[in-house]
């Protein structure tokens, strides 16, 4: 007889060598759904007792042994063992083996496809808020050096060029922008994910009379997933989306990294990295390597590998629960904790950053990131902006070939070139070109740029808006609490 | 003299062979944007008129040049010359060409940056909107399917085995309801990507007092992007983003085009496909080939590969406008070639698919797809699942043996299998096991199932859904439609 | 004083939290490199010895140290401790504890980039090897297997449509003969990898006189990579090359699991697997489900994945080594994992098979599978092919509306159709018409295709390379276990 | 009656939109294929003669056809119509219009999927030699930039920070040893992919005595693909395999032009690009921007994408021709496009690099390149490797705080930080100091490294490799060349 529990129409069973193939690194991550596979189990039985498919005693008995799972489980005790393939049939073993024949009664109107699809999801749930929180905390991090940093001058660029004056903080606060659309992205699939598909057995639903809506509210989601089939199928579609969403995600602190690999070198200079977060070199004594940034950098595109290897997965299967969907589950649990542990470090290499605005204003201005200003000037005595373009243009050609700053350019000169070029006489100020090729205050006239306000007032609204995600976030931990919660007193009235 | 608007510090131009390298297919595709460079400048230049950046007259005169270029455009006249890069330079140095001495204004405030950026969230906007509503009408052509074959029996798979009975209805409608998921997708990307970044300039605004806000309302934008740098890093961003979606769905259309081509082969037998989507053999007289199907699902590849190729170009350039940036353009236009094509052929195949019920019934039946249903009845006599699966399982290997179906199995060998398995004597009426090993009996006991009244409420649903979707859509396009009809007058009352 | 081998500029050391992250997975990966950094460390102390840079006495003490390690590690009981970063300084610090101050002088004229590069590529040689030695091990099955059904009539498929009939024999015998050609890239890539970057240090050579060849054929290199730089970066582009080999080999093993996932299935119904390849369900008692193909299948993907992702990290730094380059190691270390086991399981798949000539032959009529051969014959009286081609199309448009079968087509059908589409009299007789549409005959007449003379010749063939492969093979590994031995006989003579 | 060639079975023919869907951009991609089709049909009608399939005047007749066929195309006049799908349904109707009734017969033994496989393989045996072509060529103009540079110091990166100097002869090398694996490669891919699969057929060979070793030498095969099935398969792996080799040589180009990028930068300020390779903004007048590069460099990532995208095509179908494959021309021919254009236009772009030595040797000093020298001048002095490093490294960090160079560390300095590390006295002279620290010294002391006579020596040895890479190339050009020649002879003599 096979031990199998699906054994009743083989000969023979997989051999020791197809098990473990076929588990692979599989029952290890298992090891994390323990807890929300006896949380599943819980809400099923509670409903089977519900709906008279198993008796009160059977429930309370199944219900004793899920209970002793999760503490076993708790105390690092409960073993899965590779004969049973997975978290399912080992906690189902488990409890067969405490709970006697009732529990035999635990897998009526299920199968392990609608049942793997929820523990997935409540998993998932839990790892996109995780995501989410600590997202938010790296975008706070950044909003508050953003805001420490709000008037220190920096090099904007434009194809790795220097391009116009900004400041630190106005970089800084873009990165946290573009962050927070990424928590928005997570609260949406978070909110496309919270379905339950428990009831849709294998793929069809059941004869059996369940309460597919009162497991849904035991387990805190939103609502049920109507179509079973489609129940199954999206369990690979949501890990899928989640993957890459954390593409994504992981792509932003990758580039956040690689530019601050750049920036802390000696050639660009305008960071200097904590020694903590810095390596040496075991033969070059002067060296200090940014490490952990370049981890952060290359580590990104594997979430983009895992990506493109989970769409094919789902895509080249058929409709229904395909062994092909297991193998999507180490790369989200990869990609979660690539992604997340990076969201924990760089808060803590951007706050020990040290910037040298003395660099970057020498950057600017041997890089003559005033010149727009210069042409700006000339057209607001208007010269039309493209004649006045040119003029600049012809300026920093010459400085360029005598090797000068802008600063150095004369009022004679701005109204030469412009008589040269647009053929009209100009009149300029001393003050007022002094102004222009002035990297500070240019920055403080573009009003709607890094003019240290309007950093300060785009800081105040990405923390007003980092704190309404943060609200969002805590309503999703809550709603799932309480479902928990209610789940656990009911169980507890069971027993 | 650089004949170049930005030629001002250069002694050489790019030779035509480096602009024929740079542009590539660029300004090929550029044709598509002409329309919304157009739209994007009236509306600029209406604003700088306002701020008295502009007189009325220049204004007037850009305006005019403007409406001539995109006339000429709609008659297939106006022509993008590779010297002038792209469309932003080749509708400026028209504008130059018409309106004299005020058109070299119209580029004040403004940078090819923010401009290209604008395009093409304009063009984003209506081809997301463009997509869902093909996705929309694929869904209303699957649920409608769906409908006519309700009750039409077919066998449900998991491991690309027979599992369960269900029917073409319940398979239909499992599809529509995972891409109206992805119309949520496109929606909420849409309203993302909806904010203007006019005013961002190179990347940190301006020192012209301009109205961002102005230009936002005019170009139909929800919101403006506040911070200027992350307006221009974004053009990247939501053009990865997008073709990340249409990876997503397009693996969709590839999977359900594969099971399709599966589906309507011999072996399977499910359905016959319309001649008109076949194709023949130019050696073998008797093939029916699924050519359509087979590209369909080869093509959706290719954007799974755009989108790691987009996203590598994102990640691996520092903040701020890169060339690299031009690249997502040619994949983003091809991913939205490709799936707008196969989002339009799909429903016409469907339409026109027959299916073959014998065939699916005898499918069934020759894979004892009712052994769950044996396995429950035996259940609802009081023996444990566990023990009626082994009891199934065990009559299913006697069938398989013995060359016999499902349906050939008598009470007597029921009974006498459940005693020997579970030491337990049941009583089982003919009538009863008759109706557990009947497919369709079968799938009508299945109330969360493919039973037909389920399936027509979750048909219901569906369309309900879609007929919301496509309300949402209708509202956005009417958002947009009102702005660009608002600066039409607008620009009318300056001419 | 800082703890780090290269501590000396550095105020702080990276916190544990930073060396976790920086390792990861590394560490445990890097159990597997010590054996390769041990005989590295040995053939470049026998160096330092024989260049006078080590006096004798020190060469002797750190190589004995380097045996002990090794000897510790064969035991499990070399630990690699997170604080010293990698398996480099783990050994060197083993190393520097038993065997004083001379062991300080190991690390002269070294660098840990060209230490990895040497540890990597030595263990990417017999990785290699090991990939090819299994691959010819199921080419050989794969053609035992063709040998064993050279004349089991199978249906060939265009389209995933019935196109002729062929063998199992020739089918098998294709699979054999693409392998065969990735056995050939891995030899190829073998010799690209095998030339030594020792000496190179970090990236510039060395001061010191040193003698690289000497190094190189110690380890069994081919050759010394002229280079330093080179030597150094081509460290990361070899890992990549034999990733994307991986996915090249991997592609092809999980295309052959899909095809025996859909032949195995009861539509088909081609192939029987074994029951120890399949596994049950926990709710269907029916099921028999190809786990471990669907899984090779869905694996194979991860090693696509794997190679965008190593080569974007190859791509996305500049010259010289990154620590981004140490993230390709896990992906090349998981590919070869999974490309191992999984050429370990497809041999033992392949032997348990059977196959069903009977349905085989069933699908053939059914789909007129012999339907070229009535063109042919057609043709062979003198009709143009295009003609014949299509007189045969119209008779199977006959069969396929009157439900009949080819065979059962007569002489005189033929000839009517003949003259209606050709307007030409033929004669065809009975014998040759039955001949051309027996699905046997009509095998045995492609004597270039399946007929079974030729599949013979075929296989001879295949057998020919695969010995020829494995020669080389031999060979390859014997040049590096002869520089071994020789190594280990110098390393004695020196304690 | 259809007008399809294939049509015979059929009642509806394929609607313009399905045949435009399948087609997309495959008709104006095959234009390319005109001249292979004609050849390959050429040398297949001469076999059908040679082997009394057809009569002579019916080959005079068809190769007449064929060679006008080949005139127009050369001409720009042979239209591909959309209506007989491919080129080679074009090509067999034009000679089917010319040459009456013999032309029908033109394709007998023959399918249309060995013959798409016999034109791409020639077409990818002539675009694989010109890249390889290309490849050499830039290598060459890397080897000669190398050569005029080869003792200009610049500094050697790792981790994008300062490691030890080294020239731009030695880095410039690197790459030219890079790529010419490249040329390997792709040397290996022509050899693999240089056997005919032509008599193939459908993919199980055919019943009429035809001479596959013929047809395999007028075409300059190296060989007859023996398995007809794998011969129909291969199409596709071989494709796949192109892509996957330009993939990775792209992302060395893109690679190169990234480090060009930055070193070209005023931060780095290295090299400075020729003012035509350069663009300007269209609002900041001071910018040049390095286009062409950024380009290079984001475009060489669409190749991986195509890679990922054809592998999955490759695998996702069953064994026999699909009509998936087609998707993975478009992709070969846009990744040869791609590679083929930045293959031409960098050798451009480094033949007008100029190199900025003082800033190269000022980065050097600045980043305390010479610390490896003072730790190894210590070592010199007996002190074990790892103390010497730990001397330096004190050494460095005292010169960071007190901001000096390491020019102008002095011989006490030297002597006393190694008493308080090592606790020993050395000697240590002024000059050998001085030596130490200078960087044009440091540099000519790596003897095999930097040291100018190695670098020469490293040259010279490209320079005779990329020589016999260029007679390899010579080579197969020129057996290709031949066969064409004697096809073309043997045609005349049929005519």
């Known amino acids: 007889m096979s031990k199998m529990l699906w054994g009743g129409r083989f000969s023979k069973e997989p051999s020791r060598h197809v098990l473990e193939y076929n588990s692979r690194e599989n029952l290890a991550l298992d090891e994390q759904l323990v807890p929300y596979d006896v949380e599943g189990s819980k809400a099923h039985v509670v409903m089977l007792g519900e709906c008279k498919i198993m008796e009160k005693e059977e429930v309370a008995g199944v219900l004793r042994a899920l209970v002793e799972a999760e503490k076993l489980w708790r105390e690092g005790k409960f073993e899965l063992k590779l004969e049973n393939e997975d978290v399912h049939l080992n906690v189902e073993k488990f409890v067969l083996a405490k709970a006697g024949s009732g529990a035999a009664k635990m897998h009526t109107a299920r199968s392990r496809n609608d049942q793997v699809s929820v523990d997935l999801r409540m998993f998932l749930r839990d790892a996109l808020n995780e995501t989410a929180e600590k997202t938010i905390a790296l975008v706070n991090v ?20 220097v391009a116009q004056p900004v400041t630190v903080g106005f970089w800084l606060s873009a990165h946290a922008a573009s962050l927070l659309r990424e928590v928005e992205k997570l609260e949406q699939a978070h909110a496309r994910a919270n379905t339950s598909p428990l009831g849709a057995c294998a793929l069809a639903g059941t004869s059996w009379k369940i309460d597919r809506k009162l497991t849904a509210e035991l387990l805190g989601f939103d609502t049920v997933q109507e179509n079973a089939l489609d129940a199954i199928d999206s369990r690979n579609e949501f890990e899928v989306e989640a993957i890459g969403l954390l593409a994504s995600l992981s792509a932003k602190l990758g ?51 895992n990506f493109v290897a989970a769409l ?25 904790e690539i992604v997340g542990s990076s969201l924990e470090l760089l808060p803590e290499v951007v706050k020990a950053m040290k910037f040298n605005e003395g660099r970057m204003i020498e950057v600017c201005e041997e890089n003559f990131a005033c010149a727009t200003e210069l042409a700006d000037l000339v057209a607001r005595k208007g010269i039309p902006f493209r004649k006045a373009h040119e003029v600049a243009g012809s300026i920093v050609r010459e400085c360029v070939e005598k090797k000068k700053k802008l600063g150095e350019v004369s009022v004679k000169q701005v109204k030469e070139k412009t008589k040269a070029v647009a053929g009209v006489e100009i009149n300029v100020g001393e003050g007022e070109l002094a102004s222009a090729l002035d990297v500070s205050k240019s920055v403080q006239a573009h009003e709607n740029g890094p003019n240290s306000n309007n950093v300060k007032k785009i800081i105040a609204g990405l923390k007003k808006q980092a704190g309404e995600k943060g609200k969002n976030l805590e309503a999703r931990i809550e709603k799932i609490g309480k479902a928990k919660e209610k789940l656990e007193r009911r169980v507890e009235a069971l027993l």
């Open 142 to 161: 950044l909003v508050e050096t953003a805001g420490e940093n709000a008037e220190v001058i920096m090099p904007g660029y434009t194809h790795t060029r």
């Open 255 to 305: 580039k956040i990294a690689g530019e601050i690999v750049l920036f802390s070198g000696s050639e660009f200079g305008f960071v200097e990295l904590g020694d903590e977060h810095a390596t040496g070199s075991s033969i070059m004594p002067q060296k200090k390597n940014p490490d952990c940034l370049e981890i952060m950098r290359a580590r990104a595109n594997r979430i983009a590998g």
């Open 312 to 336: 094919a997965i789902q895509k080249e299967t058929i409709s229904g629960y395909n062994s092909d969907f297991q193998e999507t589950k180490p790369m989200l649990f990869e990609s979660l």
